[in-house]
């Protein structure tokens, strides 16, 4: 199957910074990135898509300019939470899809979250 | 609108038991497909099958079995032999081309097997 990478797999962060996490797809072109939220003993809620060079589509009740999501090449996709606060502590999770993988996602390892 | 419930919240069962981790489904596309995933502590989604909504015929593979019923949208999944390595979070998933391939989760059941 395709492989997808998250980078860093856990970060711990001050109250108001802001943090980045990153998602490859390494062997394939992904045209379409999900980016997902887990809350402790919950299930992935998905908070938006996007598609290669244009903007993300966020989910309701999903702030977009808290939540900057970043597309820009077939290969990367950016997840950056500004102003991060505790209650942001999550594991977030990406999923490529596209190219010979154009109608499944395949997920990342995700990266935790934790701010202080 | 896409659904997808995960009934059992937490199943614990005895080692070498079987167990079924029920799925229900909910979409007004003809065109999905439905996936289970394992989560183990890590947190890493571990794939373990994906099935279209044109393809009935139950699999097997191994120890786990899954059947497919569009009459009762359900698409349940059965550890047979239940292992203590087999305790983890198992999610029911579904997506539709047609809805930009979106995947929407269920809850997830918390299967624990005890020694």
């Known amino acids: 199957g395709a492989v997808v990478s998250q980078h860093p797999s856990w970060v711990i962060c001050k109250s108001g910074t802001s943090v980045k996490i990153e998602c490859r797809s390494l062997?394939?072109?992904?045209?379409?990135m999900f980016w997902y939220r887990q809350f402790p003993k919950q299930s992935l809620m998905l908070m938006a898509t996007?598609?290669?060079?244009?903007?993300?589509?966020?989910e309701q009740g999903v702030e977009k300019d808290k939540f900057l999501i970043n597309h820009a090449s077939l290969t990367l996709s950016t997840l950056t939470v500004t102003s991060a606060h505790p209650e942001d502590s999550s594991f977030y999770i990406c999923?490529?899809?596209?190219?010979?993988?154009?109608?499944?996602?395949?997920f990342g390892p995700g990266t935790r979250l934790t701010v202080l | 609108a896409q659904k997808v419930t995960q009934a059992q919240t937490e199943i614990s069962v005895v080692e070498k038991e079987d167990v079924t981790l029920d799925c229900v489904y909910e979409?007004?596309?003809?065109?999905?497909?439905l996936f289970w995933y394992k989560q183990p502590p890590s947190g890493e989604l571990v794939f373990l099958i994906r099935?279209?909504?044109?393809?009935?015929q139950n699999e097997i593979s191994g120890r786990y079995s899954w059947n497919f019923q569009k009459s009762t949208s359900s698409f349940n999944f059965t550890i047979t032999a239940s292992q203590v390595v087999d305790s983890a979070v198992y999610f029911c998933?579904?997506?539709?081309?047609?809805?930009?391939?979106?995947?929407?989760f269920g809850a997830g059941t918390r299967l624990t097997v005890k020694p």
């Open positions: 999923s490529a899809s596209g190219g010979r993988a154009y109608n499944e996602q395949f």
């Open positions: 062997d394939f072109q992904a045209t379409t």
């Open positions: 996007s598609n290669e060079g244009s903007k993300a589509t966020y």
């Open positions: 979409t007004r596309d003809t065109t999905y497909y």
């Open positions: 099935r279209n909504s044109f393809d009935e």
């Open positions: 998933a579904l997506s539709a081309p047609g809805n930009n391939n979106d995947m929407r």
